[in-house]
């Protein structure tokens, strides 16, 4: 760092101006800042990176320690969770969140694609500016939030509805889940419609297309890719979500065999356990093996983003 | 300032008094105690935690407090590695209990009494359950409301996550030891008092159990084997579903730790703080 500034003082005591001295003075406070913002900035990103890597080496090397008790089939395959009783089969907790995770998006994804959809193409401009800071506001209303209008209101209905005793388990969790994501998904996929270019639709039009052919034969497909991205970020938003899936899947680790079987998923097994485990224990290590599992599917969903997004960079 | 020496000397002086009559070696330790007292554990026990490390401060100056709660057992555990001086928990965790193996070398020593109750949501008739009764909804025996003389109803259980120290308790005085059986409908784990509250108030035909002082409102205590779950009962005898909670140390407590102790265990405390925060004092336990 030293190096750079008595060169330059060297170089403008031997040009001996005054005014160009005063420049290469403010040239050499200039790269003197550059190199300090670049050495700030790298330090950031690569304390960052530092701290990624350790929650990913913790969780992964205490997760892996189930396995010198606890056999890769027993864990994966097993569908019986009871570790009081030395069994730790989480098939059930994995089934369960990919059936959630599913139904979530077969709830929330054609909604929000509609709501984007009339955003961005039918509506008027004062509804548009008014619908997206409503949205806006939604992605940022804490979970735990849905989660107790969930067990207060969604839940009592629902069990006047069909008449169960509890109504907790995978239909209210989907639910509750659809209504977070559905924001996050209509405002990606409304700003994906958005930049879909004009000409694309004066074209469609000058062919004698309807607006309904427009929207869905050539802006949809269009924009599929920025829509994709949308509901991946959806996805591993419902996936990850834990406070507000507590308050109203009924926290029993079995697998959800009806709509309304009181069930448990990754997360919220996490939550309910962790805080009541030992440290030293099989049971301990198993719940951070299913931390580590939702953190490699975060990162695969993450993964296909970015694929997606190299692929049709130029379209979305 | 004048008044607040005043208190000072006051509670000094009371201090000075309290201690001498019930502890001889803490009043000669007097306010020249110092140092840092960590203590991890259970969520019961730690409003009563907090508000008497608040008034032992106020006597020693020199103390300072780092408390926080979670589950039960990590009360024990912290104190196994050294992180926490005293580690609360809701069951005595120098024996075994269902679940938990007994932690070596520590010393469990009493400073409450929480009593529990068998709680039904609001629209539930019945208002009286036995042991056996008891044991039957919790094993998935009974599931209808009209088999312990109720409405032609199912029984919705509600239960605390395994690991939890009320349900460690609840199943040893209420349960007779019995076993709290999953079911595939009609049960539901929750996972801090409040959620059971909230729970139980929302869901009718609901039954759970929760500490006493949890119970108000939406929720109702139901009578155990012909017994109203009251203080009084508890005191006399009469209500058996109630433990100690317990501070976790290792091995016997010295120095600062060991006055803190001494002044939550101490009747003054037990019978104005910890009775105003409806546990029962130590004292009128026999």
Same mark, same amino acid.
């Given at each position: 760092?030293?190096?750079? #500034?008595s060169e330059q003082a060297s170089q403008s005591s031997i040009l001996g101006d005054v005014t160009s001295k005063s420049k290469f003075n403010r040239a050499a406070r200039v790269r003197f800042t550059n190199r300090l913002f670049q050495?700030?900035?790298l330090f950031s990103i690569l304390a960052l990176c530092f701290v990624l890597a350790l929650v990913i080496v913790f969780i992964a090397k205490t997760g892996f320690l189930t396995f010198?008790?606890?056999?890769?089939k027993e864990f994966f395959l097993s569908f019986n969770w009871t570790p009081e009783e030395e069994h730790y089969g989480a098939a059930a907790f994995i089934v369960n969140t990919i059936i959630l995770t599913g139904l979530t998006l077969l709830i929330s994804v054609p909604i929000s694609i509609a709501i984007a959809i009339f955003n961005a193409e039918i509506a008027p401009a004062w509804f548009?500016?008014? #619908?997206?800071?409503?949205?806006?506001?939604?992605v940022g209303i804490p979970s735990i939030v849905y989660g107790y209008l969930g067990l207060t209101v969604l839940i009592p209905f629902l069990r006047e509805w069909t008449g169960e005793g509890l109504a907790d388990g995978i239909f209210a969790a989907a639910l509750v889940l659809s209504l977070m994501i559905l924001p996050t998904i209509s405002r990606i996929s409304d700003d994906a419609i958005t930049a879909v270019p004009k000409k694309y639709r004066e074209a469609a039009y000058a062919l004698g297309s309807t607006r309904l052919q427009v929207i869905l034969k050539v802006i949809v497909p269009a924009a599929s890719r920025g829509i994709m991205t949308a509901v991946i970020l959806g996805m591993t938003r419902a996936i990850g979500e834990t406070m507000a899936v507590v308050m109203v899947i009924g926290n029993t680790a079995q697998l959800a065999t009806t709509l309304f079987t009181p069930t448990s998923v990754l997360t919220s097994n996490i939550v309910m356990q962790i805080s009541n485990v030992e440290f030293e224990s099989t049971w301990n290590y198993a719940l951070h093996m299913m931390a580590f599992l939702l953190l490699a599917i975060s990162m695969i969903l993450i993964l296909i983003i970015r694929f997606i997004r190299a692929k049709g960079g130029a379209q979305a | 300032?004048?008044? *607040?020496?005043k208190f000072t000397v006051l509670t000094l002086a009371t201090m000075f008094v309290i201690t001498s009559a019930f502890a001889g070696s803490a009043a000669a330790a007097g306010d020249t105690l110092k140092g840092k007292i960590t203590i991890n554990g259970s969520t019961a026990l730690l409003p009563l935690?907090?508000?008497a490390a608040k008034e032992f401060q106020k006597l020693h100056p020199k103390v300072s407090f780092a408390a926080s709660g979670k589950g039960s057992v990590t009360g024990p555990q912290a104190v196994k590695k050294g992180i926490a001086d005293i580690g609360a928990c809701d069951w005595d965790a120098s024996t075994d209990v269902p679940g938990f193996k007994a932690f070596e070398g520590q010393v469990a020593n009493k400073v409450a009494v929480i009593p529990f109750a068998t709680v039904v949501n609001k629209n539930v008739g019945v208002d009286n359950l036995t042991t056996e009764q008891l044991k039957g909804i919790y094993s998935g025996k009974i599931t209808n409301w009209k088999d312990v003389g109720g409405a032609?109803?199912?029984?919705v259980v509600i239960t605390r996550a395994f690991g939890s120290g009320t349900r460690v308790n609840y199943q040893a005085k209420a349960l007779g030891g019995g076993d709290i059986v999953k079911k595939s409908k009609n049960y539901k784990e929750v996972g801090s008092s409040g959620d059971m509250k909230t729970a139980v108030a929302t869901t009718p035909n609901s039954i759970g159990y929760i500490d006493l002082v949890y119970v108000s409102g939406d929720i109702k205590a139901v009578k155990f084997n012909g017994v109203e779950a009251t203080a009084e009962n508890v005191i006399n005898g009469k209500y058996k579903i109630w433990s100690y909670g317990y501070y976790m140390t290792k091995g016997q407590p010295t120095g600062e730790v060991k006055? *803190?102790?001494?002044?939550?265990?101490?009747?003054?405390?037990?019978?104005?703080?910890?009775?105003?925060?409806? *546990?029962?004092?130590?004292s009128a336990m026999k």
């Open positions: 760092m030293h190096t750079p #500034i050495s700030y900035f010198e008790t606890v056999s890769f548009r500016s008014f #619908i997206r800071p409503v949205l806006d506001l939604l | 300032m004048n008044v *607040f020496k935690t907090l508000q032609d109803e199912d029984i006055a *803190f102790i001494e002044y939550i265990q101490n009747k003054k405390f037990q019978t104005t703080t910890a009775k105003k925060m409806k *546990f029962i004092p130590l």
